[in-house]
């Protein structure tokens, strides 16, 4: 299938070929269509599957372009996000031609600048919950001619913490409004809500995830005080040209970004606990290649889309395979090759042999030796932990 068949406006089609976007991935091609056609949609599809796009072709094909007022909300959970969604509607506009009008609302901005950017009615917003309502609360945001509202990273957004904070935003749109929800994974609790909020929900899901082929997965078993200075190994042996490593505590990240810097590895930290604009610095520095490691929380990493990233290591293993999905599909994108590796003190083996019997795959246990990493052959099945390893 290509572009061509939803019917898009050549400025749209040319915007595309412009970014190399040659055909429609699978949730495009289901989606499209149904968010044309104005109906409320839940999109299902696994990270890295085009789900962004999905939406906002098809909103920005019905755009009422002489409206100057705000037709599409888009809410997301991070900030990050919120910002990378932005950038993809810029881009189309920038491409097109197109008379789009998009602004961006979120926490941790100046928010004068941003009152400053409504009073040219853009016709899309895109924001976070928080700044959302904190300018619906002053009166500066106005949503009257709001025709869809987006819930991004759906599954997040209407759990329990957050879903009066959506609520809020929904009741704020007009009744007779479009809803549009999007996630890579799917909780019976959000399912139960998007069900309550829109009874004639068209659901859409593309096949059952799994891992990218292109993927390779490998482990490594350290003591926990050498789990850090592992990482700084694994990016030298692994010759890596952009990495994230993943890690659940704030301390362990900033350890791990002083031992890279010593060892003069160019770190981004993302880390959940930085202010807005620390992060967007390290941000800017890891897209820009200026930073090789850009050191995350799942949380900050959440939805993000970052070309040319190498290799993924796991300084802390999730317990869940959901998170291990959404971690290790930030690398192998657009049938380039990537490395996942995670750092693993001896219980936690088992975590990975359950990803491999969940998810097909095979994860190998290597050892690093004299600035090689070298794989582990094991009598028994590839993947199982090796009491003399």
Do not use: W
Not at 200 to 228: C, S
Request: hydrophobic share 40%; proline share 4%; net charge neutral.
């Amino acid at each position: 299938m290509s572009f061509e068949q939803f019917g898009l406006a050549p400025a749209l089609l040319g915007a595309l070929e412009k970014q190399n976007f040659i055909e429609p991935t699978p949730v495009q091609v289901q989606a499209v269509p149904v968010v044309q056609a104005g109906s409320d949609t839940y999109i299902n599809a696994e990270t890295g599957s085009g789900k962004t796009l999905a939406y906002v072709l098809p909103l920005l094909q019905v755009l009422n372009y002489e409206l100057r007022a705000a037709q599409v909300l888009i809410v997301a959970p991070t900030q990050e996000l919120a910002i990378q969604i932005h950038r993809v509607i810029c881009d189309l506009a920038q491409h097109s031609g197109m008379d789009i009008r998009c602004a961006s609302l979120i926490g941790g901005a100046a928010i004068d600048r941003q009152l400053e950017k409504l009073k040219k009615k853009p016709q899309i917003l895109v924001g976070t919950t928080g700044r959302i309502l904190e300018l619906l609360q002053r009166g500066k945001l106005k949503l009257s001619e709001l025709k869809t509202l987006v819930i991004e990273e759906a599954d997040r957004l209407l759990a329990d913490e957050s879903l009066e904070d959506v609520k809020k935003v929904i009741r704020a749109c007009p009744g007779r409004r479009q809803l549009v929800f999007v996630s890579a994974t799917e909780q019976p609790k959000s399912k139960e809500v998007m069900e309550q909020l829109s009874p004639g929900l068209v659901r859409l899901h593309t096949e059952d995830v799994v891992i990218n082929p292109n993927i390779e997965h490998f482990y490594v078993v350290v003591d926990q005080r050498d789990k850090a200075d592992t990482i700084r190994k694994l990016v030298h042996a692994t010759n890596t040209k952009k990495a994230i490593v993943f890690t659940h505590r704030n301390e362990t990240a900033e350890d791990l970004a002083a031992r890279l810097e010593h060892h003069k590895v160019a770190v981004a930290d993302l880390h959940s606990t930085y202010n807005k604009e620390v992060r967007k610095q390290a941000m800017q520095n890891f897209r820009s290649g200026k930073a090789t490691v850009m050191i995350a929380s799942d949380v900050a990493a959440r939805g993000l889309d970052i070309p040319g990233i190498t290799h993924v290591f796991n300084l802390d293993i999730p317990s869940k395979g959901k998170d291990y999905l959404h971690r290790v599909g930030r690398t192998g994108r657009a049938g380039t090759h990537g490395v996942a590796v995670s750092v693993l003190v001896r219980p936690e083996v088992r975590l990975v042999q359950q990803f491999e019997r969940d998810f097909n795959i095979s994860i190998r246990e290597v050892i690093l030796r004299e600035g090689e990493m070298l794989e582990v052959v094991h009598e028994s099945s590839i993947g199982a932990a090796s009491s003399d390893s």
